[in-house]
């Protein structure tokens, strides 16, 4: 470097030759990748320009260096790190026995739901056709909880979490946002499947047969609770406007017995009543999937995506209040 540098001073140095030399190096060095980078700066003429391009290269090379080599010691430090981890998450607990109170609560409510049987609401059009025990026969053969019946069983608690309630488990925190999202999804269908639940009682088997009804169905009802969050007795009483329309014309299109203004006075009423968060149709849907999750098709159809993005993940870090 000395003698560059002094052959620099006395305005010696040969820059081209230096270039040519430096970029043969690097074409030797670097992955594949960078080949392409290199060979275009053999074709740059400008010195300053050749240069800012190979130290922008060189940076490049230099990530590659440090990527591969971690990627060759990831199997030992994943060994290492889990290790590390453990002891110290165990050192925490032991200054802090209270520091997983929240996930403790969280579980512990989860295996009792498990062993309650679900609510039943009489009112429900069309209750009886839901497929499950009764709660006597789920009373006399309960069945053996296991840690995934119980994981399943939590994280549908926490897709109906209260915002207000703080005692959210620690060792979700980084994972609410995501968990939040999913509460929308699940409140937005829970609405459209208890639109869809009221309206075939009242239109029929025959109507309600016809995938093409159902799909308009949908995306009415879809396009009208945009405002819901904010506004669900308006945003319920246009639904209910719509769907009796759509009910009545459909069923006109076909020559069905069109309903008659009792059963058309019902239906807004019933579809009206969804705004309300006790309605017992909500309820009914909300709590069924949840006294299902120790099926073992269910959990995975909910949970299944979910728990392949967990498997992956680096090992969880304690929440530190």
Same mark, same amino acid.
């Given at each position: 470097? !000395? &003698? ?8 010696? +140095? ?19 990748? /960078?080949?392409?980078?290199? @060979?275009?700066?053999?074709?740059? %003429? ?23 080599? *971690? ?17 110290? &998450? ?16 969280? +579980? %512990? ?13 009489? !009112? ?6 839901? $497929? ?28 109906? #979490? ?8 620690? %060792? +979700?925190?980084? !994972? ?8 929308? @999804? ?6 459209? $499947? ?7 009682? &009242? ?11 159902? !799909? ?14 904010? /506004? ?14 759509? *009910? ?8 069905? $017995? ?15 009543? *969804? ?16 006294? /299902? ?12 995506? #979910? ?9 969880? /870090?304690?929440?530190?209040?």
């Amino acid at each position: 470097m !000395d &003698f560059l540098k002094q052959k620099a001073e006395h305005e010696a +140095l040969d820059v081209p030759y230096l270039s040519k030399y430096i970029l043969n190096m690097m074409t030797l060095l670097c992955a594949p990748v /960078r080949d392409e980078a290199v @060979q275009k700066l053999e074709n740059v %003429t400008d010195p300053v320009q050749l240069l800012r391009g190979i130290f922008q290269v060189l940076g490049l090379m230099k990530m590659d260096m440090v990527n591969y080599t *971690i990627q060759s010691l990831q199997p030992h430090l994943q060994e290492h790190s889990i290790q590390y981890e453990r002891a110290k &998450f165990q050192e925490l607990l032991d200054e802090q026995p209270s520091l997983l109170n929240h996930t403790t609560k969280w +579980l %512990t409510k989860a295996a009792a739901d498990l062993t309650m049987p679900p609510p039943t609401c009489p !009112d429900t059009p069309d209750s009886s056709s839901v $497929a499950g025990p009764s709660p006597n026969e789920a009373a006399n053969n309960p069945e053996p909880l296991s840690p995934s019946m119980v994981l399943s069983q939590g994280f549908l608690n926490l897709l109906l #979490w209260d915002p207000e309630n703080e005692e959210f488990p620690e %060792t +979700l925190l980084m !994972d609410r946002t995501r968990l939040q999202e999913l509460e929308s @999804q699940l409140h937005q269908l829970t609405i459209l $499947a208890s639109v869809l639940l009221v309206a075939s009682s &009242f239109s029929g088997s025959v109507l309600f047969g016809s995938p093409q009804f159902v !799909d308009k169905l949908k995306r009415v009802t879809k396009s009208l609770m945009e405002d819901f969050n904010s /506004r669900p007795e308006e945003a319920m009483l246009t639904v209910s406007e719509q769907v009796s329309q759509e *009910i009545h014309q459909s069923l006109k299109n076909m020559g069905l $017995a069109a309903l008659s203004s009792d059963n058309t006075a019902s239906l807004i009423g019933q579809l009206q009543n *969804i705004a309300k968060k006790e309605n017992c149709v909500r309820s009914v849907i909300v709590s069924f999937p949840a006294h /299902r999750s120790a099926d073992p098709f269910v959990s995975q159809m909910l949970f299944g995506s #979910w728990c392949a993005e967990v498997s992956v993940r680096p090992p969880w /870090r304690p929440y530190s209040h």
